[in-house]
Protein backbone atom coordinates (compact mmCIF):
# COMPACT_ATOMS: atom_id res chain seq x y z
CA UNK A 1 0.00 0.00 0.00
CA UNK A 2 2.94 2.83 0.90
CA UNK A 3 4.25 1.64 -2.45
CA UNK A 4 1.03 2.42 -4.32
CA UNK A 5 1.35 6.14 -2.09
CA UNK A 6 4.87 6.83 -3.08
CA UNK A 7 4.17 6.12 -7.08
CA UNK A 8 0.64 8.10 -7.11
CA UNK A 9 2.31 11.01 -4.82
CA UNK A 10 5.25 11.32 -7.71
CA UNK A 11 2.96 11.21 -10.48
CA UNK A 12 1.48 13.88 -9.18
CA UNK A 13 4.00 15.79 -8.47
CA UNK A 14 5.14 15.21 -11.95
CA UNK A 15 2.52 16.44 -13.30
CA UNK A 16 2.34 19.46 -11.05
CA UNK A 17 5.95 20.69 -12.38
CA UNK A 18 4.70 20.06 -15.63
CA UNK A 19 1.85 22.68 -15.23
CA UNK A 20 4.88 25.21 -14.05
CA UNK A 21 7.63 24.40 -16.48
CA UNK A 22 5.20 24.89 -19.83
CA UNK A 23 4.30 29.02 -18.90
CA UNK A 24 8.57 29.11 -18.21
CA UNK A 25 8.86 27.84 -21.79
CA UNK A 26 6.08 29.15 -23.69
CA UNK A 27 6.90 32.43 -22.21
CA UNK A 28 10.21 32.49 -23.31
CA UNK A 29 9.25 31.37 -26.42
CA UNK A 30 6.88 34.40 -26.60
CA UNK A 31 10.00 36.53 -25.96
CA UNK A 32 11.97 34.88 -28.43
CA UNK A 33 9.57 35.30 -31.07
CA UNK A 34 9.17 39.29 -30.47
CA UNK A 35 12.58 39.39 -30.70
CA UNK A 36 14.62 40.52 -34.12
CA UNK A 37 18.06 38.21 -33.30
CA UNK A 38 17.64 34.88 -34.67
CA UNK A 39 17.88 32.07 -31.32
CA UNK A 40 21.52 31.13 -31.92
CA UNK A 41 22.45 35.13 -31.31
CA UNK A 42 20.15 35.20 -28.51
CA UNK A 43 21.98 32.09 -27.15
CA UNK A 44 24.93 33.45 -27.97
CA UNK A 45 24.49 36.81 -26.55
CA UNK A 46 23.80 35.13 -22.82
CA UNK A 47 26.90 33.48 -23.17
CA UNK A 48 29.22 36.74 -24.01
CA UNK A 49 27.49 38.10 -21.17
CA UNK A 50 28.11 35.16 -18.50
CA UNK A 51 31.54 34.11 -19.52
CA UNK A 52 32.87 37.76 -19.71
CA UNK A 53 31.58 38.98 -15.78
CA UNK A 54 32.54 35.50 -14.71
CA UNK A 55 36.07 36.29 -16.41
CA UNK A 56 36.02 39.87 -15.02
CA UNK A 57 34.83 38.93 -11.66
CA UNK A 58 37.48 36.13 -11.11
CA UNK A 59 40.31 39.17 -11.93
CA UNK A 60 38.78 42.19 -9.95
CA UNK A 61 37.20 40.86 -7.37
CA UNK A 62 39.33 41.91 -4.90
CA UNK A 63 39.34 45.76 -6.69
CA UNK A 64 36.55 47.21 -5.39
CA UNK A 65 36.92 50.44 -7.66
CA UNK A 66 36.25 47.96 -10.55
CA UNK A 67 32.26 47.98 -11.02
CA UNK A 68 31.35 46.36 -14.59
CA UNK A 69 28.38 45.62 -16.75
CA UNK A 70 28.71 43.92 -20.17
CA UNK A 71 25.34 43.60 -22.44
CA UNK A 72 25.56 41.77 -25.36
CA UNK A 73 22.71 42.20 -28.06
CA UNK A 74 23.20 40.54 -31.64
CA UNK A 75 26.79 39.72 -30.34
CA UNK A 76 27.68 43.15 -29.94
CA UNK A 77 28.89 43.70 -26.16
CA UNK A 78 28.24 47.24 -24.60
CA UNK A 79 30.58 47.42 -21.23
CA UNK A 80 29.76 50.18 -18.88
CA UNK A 81 30.40 50.81 -15.14
CA UNK A 82 33.42 52.32 -13.29
CA UNK A 83 37.43 51.32 -13.30
CA UNK A 84 39.99 52.98 -11.45
CA UNK A 85 42.35 53.54 -14.18
CA UNK A 86 42.67 53.27 -18.14
CA UNK A 87 44.79 49.88 -17.94
CA UNK A 88 42.30 48.18 -16.34
CA UNK A 89 39.64 49.63 -18.82
CA UNK A 90 41.63 48.27 -21.86
CA UNK A 91 42.23 44.85 -20.05
CA UNK A 92 37.64 44.63 -19.51
CA UNK A 93 37.67 45.49 -22.97
CA UNK A 94 40.08 42.99 -24.06
CA UNK A 95 38.70 40.20 -22.24
CA UNK A 96 35.41 40.70 -23.69
CA UNK A 97 36.72 40.90 -26.91
CA UNK A 98 38.00 37.51 -26.47
CA UNK A 99 34.67 36.16 -25.96
CA UNK A 100 33.56 34.07 -28.73
CA UNK A 101 31.45 35.19 -31.56
CA UNK A 102 31.69 39.37 -30.12
CA UNK A 103 31.43 40.75 -33.60
CA UNK A 104 32.19 44.61 -31.47
CA UNK A 105 32.56 46.27 -28.21
CA UNK A 106 31.62 49.33 -27.18
CA UNK A 107 33.79 50.80 -24.31
CA UNK A 108 31.52 53.13 -21.91
CA UNK A 109 33.45 52.47 -19.11
CA UNK A 110 34.35 55.76 -17.04
CA UNK A 111 37.57 56.15 -14.94
CA UNK A 112 36.11 56.90 -11.56
CA UNK A 113 34.76 55.16 -8.09
CA UNK A 114 32.31 52.64 -8.05
CA UNK A 115 28.23 54.08 -7.86
CA UNK A 116 26.93 53.95 -4.81
CA UNK A 117 23.92 51.22 -4.07
CA UNK A 118 21.39 54.45 -4.15
CA UNK A 119 22.54 55.25 -7.56
CA UNK A 120 22.86 52.27 -8.81
CA UNK A 121 18.97 51.65 -7.44
CA UNK A 122 18.20 55.13 -9.80
CA UNK A 123 19.63 53.80 -12.91
CA UNK A 124 16.95 50.70 -12.13
CA UNK A 125 14.27 53.30 -11.60
CA UNK A 126 15.38 55.03 -14.90
CA UNK A 127 14.98 52.11 -16.85
CA UNK A 128 11.85 51.12 -15.61
CA UNK A 129 10.68 54.62 -16.52
CA UNK A 130 12.11 54.86 -20.04
CA UNK A 131 10.99 51.32 -20.63
CA UNK A 132 7.08 52.52 -19.43
CA UNK A 133 7.22 55.29 -21.38
CA UNK A 134 8.06 53.04 -24.81
CA UNK A 135 4.80 50.91 -24.24
CA UNK A 136 2.10 53.64 -25.33
CA UNK A 137 4.60 54.70 -28.69
CA UNK A 138 3.35 53.66 -32.27
CA UNK A 139 6.68 53.73 -33.96
CA UNK A 140 8.64 50.79 -32.40
CA UNK A 141 7.66 47.49 -30.10
CA UNK A 142 9.15 47.87 -27.31
CA UNK A 143 10.86 44.63 -27.54
CA UNK A 144 13.01 45.65 -29.82
CA UNK A 145 14.80 47.98 -27.62
CA UNK A 146 17.01 47.21 -24.59
CA UNK A 147 17.67 49.54 -22.31
CA UNK A 148 20.72 49.73 -19.91
CA UNK A 149 21.00 52.58 -17.40
CA UNK A 150 24.40 53.85 -15.98
CA UNK A 151 24.93 56.36 -13.74
CA UNK A 152 22.36 58.56 -15.30
CA UNK A 153 23.15 57.35 -18.72
CA UNK A 154 20.42 55.27 -20.74
CA UNK A 155 22.26 53.05 -23.79
CA UNK A 156 19.92 51.67 -26.21
CA UNK A 157 20.54 48.41 -27.76
CA UNK A 158 18.54 46.74 -30.30
CA UNK A 159 18.35 46.10 -34.18
CA UNK A 160 16.06 49.01 -35.56
CA UNK A 161 15.66 51.25 -38.27
CA UNK A 162 16.20 55.16 -38.29
CA UNK A 163 12.66 56.09 -37.58
CA UNK A 164 12.69 53.38 -34.75
CA UNK A 165 15.83 54.44 -33.22
CA UNK A 166 15.26 58.44 -33.55
CA UNK A 167 11.94 57.60 -31.79
CA UNK A 168 13.32 55.41 -29.17
CA UNK A 169 16.36 58.16 -28.39
CA UNK A 170 13.96 61.08 -28.20
CA UNK A 171 11.52 59.43 -25.59
CA UNK A 172 14.69 58.03 -23.48
CA UNK A 173 16.10 61.47 -23.36
CA UNK A 174 12.92 63.27 -22.41
CA UNK A 175 12.26 61.31 -19.48
CA UNK A 176 12.95 62.19 -16.43
CA UNK A 177 16.08 62.29 -14.52
CA UNK A 178 17.84 61.04 -17.66
CA UNK A 179 21.32 62.79 -18.35
CA UNK A 180 22.38 61.20 -21.45
CA UNK A 181 21.02 58.63 -24.23
CA UNK A 182 23.93 56.75 -26.19
CA UNK A 183 22.80 54.48 -29.07
CA UNK A 184 24.17 51.52 -29.53
CA UNK A 185 21.61 50.30 -32.05
CA UNK A 186 22.18 47.63 -35.34
CA UNK A 187 20.30 49.43 -38.21
CA UNK A 188 18.07 47.41 -40.42
CA UNK A 189 15.77 48.44 -42.94
CA UNK A 190 12.55 49.38 -42.49
CA UNK A 191 10.04 46.41 -42.46
CA UNK A 192 7.04 46.58 -44.52
CA UNK A 193 3.88 48.15 -43.20
CA UNK A 194 1.73 45.42 -42.77
CA UNK A 195 -0.91 44.70 -45.61
CA UNK A 196 -4.12 46.16 -45.03
CA UNK A 197 -7.39 44.45 -45.86
Known amino acids: MRTIQITLLTLALAGALQGCVAPVIVGAGALMVADRRT ?25 AGVHVNVTSYNRHAL ?15 AIVSAQGNVRGTTNELTISGAT ?33 TEN ?35 NIECPPPPAKH
Open 116 to 148: SLTSRSNDTLLTSNVKARFLGNKVFSPNHVKVI
Open 79 to 93: ITGEVPDEAVKADVA
Open 39 to 63: TGAYIEDESIENKSLSQILAKYKNN
Open 152 to 186: GTVFLMGLVCQPEANAAAEIASTSSGVQRVVKVFE
